[in-house]
């Protein structure tokens, strides 16, 4: 059964950064486009980067609200995907998620809280 460990949540000041990683395991991880998501309290899951597997090109999408300051990655032999988050701001605390995309497969979350 796949796995999706998501590793890197904590406290952070306004204008700080993390790194998100999520880990995978029992899966073929380079042939899947993969996602990060969050869900703030109250809110929907929404989507915040993909990144696509790499076979055709790397390509990546953002949410509007944080292009420019995060930033998606990937490392096929480490089977593992990131997220760098830069310039962040209280709007960004929710709990994050990997996803491998066009699955039902999620992690169980990492929780990034931006508060001073």
């Known amino acids: 059964q796949v796995q999706l460990v998501e590793s890197g949540g904590g406290l952070v000041q306004p204008g700080g950064s993390l790194e998100l990683s999520c880990a995978a395991s029992?899966?073929?991880?380079?042939?899947?486009?993969m996602g990060w998501y969050r869900q703030a309290p109250g809110k929907q899951r929404e989507l915040v980067a993909t990144i696509s597997s790499g076979r055709s090109g790397r390509n990546t999408n953002y949410a509007d609200s944080v292009k420019g300051r995060f930033t998606i990655s990937r490392d096929n032999a480490k089977k593992t995907v990131y997220l760098q988050m830069n310039s962040l701001k209280p709007d960004d605390t929710a709990v994050y998620y990997c996803h491998v995309e066009g699955s039902n497969k999620w992690g169980q979350g990492t929780q990034v809280t931006v508060s001073s």
């Open positions: 029992r899966i073929i991880f380079s042939i899947y486009d």
